[in-house]
Every structure is written in C-alpha cells, then in structure tokens.
Nanobody, 125 residues
C-alpha cells in the first residue's frame, strides 16, 4: 500500500523560494510517474508539474514554467517541488501524487491512483 505525505508549505512573500517535499513509501519511486497538483479557492485542480519516471519527460503548467521544478531522490524516497519567484496566484493546496498501475507506464501526466493529504502554500505580503 502506497503512502505519500507532503510537507514544507506555509506563508511566504512574493518573490520568495519554497521547497515542498513528499515522503513516499510502499512502492518503487524510480519506476513510477509522479506529479504535483494544486487547487486554489474557486478554481479547478491544476496539474502543476509531472514526471514520467526518474529523469524522464516532464510537464509544467504555463503558469509555473521557468519558476517551478519537479524532482525526486529515490535514495531518500522523496519527491520535491522547488518553487522560485512565487506569486500570490500560487496560493493553493498542493498535492503530491503517484501512479503505480501498469496501464499508465510511460505516461507523463497519468490519472494518479495515490495522493497525499496536501499542504497549504500561501503567498502574501
């Protein structure tokens, strides 16, 4: 049974940097697709960043391209989202997710079957 636990959220100011972490267990992190999804009040869920496998193809939403970076450290069983030059529009609950089903092998942004509980990021002066 896979488990994902996010951490690192909080209150930051515009222009700051922040790194979100997602501790994973119960599956081989290097072989499966991972992603970060956010949901802001009054808005639909948005796929922020996706990665198909270790060092595999990535996807970034236009709103975060050039500012956010998704990565993983398989030795530490952790997924990261590096957030630079944050904006008030980045305020949302951020979820870490993983896809372990063989049907989705090789996909960059699949329908994830495991999700974390989410961590709140608030960007405000």
């Amino acid at each position: 049974q896979a488990q994902l636990v996010e951490s690192g959220g909080g209150l930051v100011q515009p222009g700051d940097s922040l790194r979100l972490s997602c501790a994973v267990s119960g599956f081989a992190l290097d072989y499966y697709a991972i992603g970060w999804i956010r949901q802001a009040p009054g808005k639909e869920r948005e796929r922020v960043a996706c990665m198909s496998s270790s060092d595999g193809p990535t996807y970034y939403a236009d709103s975060v391209k050039g500012r956010f970076t998704i990565s993983r450290d398989v030795t530490k069983h952790t997924v990261f989202l590096q957030m630079n030059s944050v904006k008030p529009e980045d305020t949302a609950v951020y979820y870490c997710a993983a896809e372990t089903r063989p049907l989705w092998y090789g996909s960059t942004c699949p329908e994830y079957n495991y999700w974390g509980q989410g961590t709140q990021v608030t960007v405000s002066t």
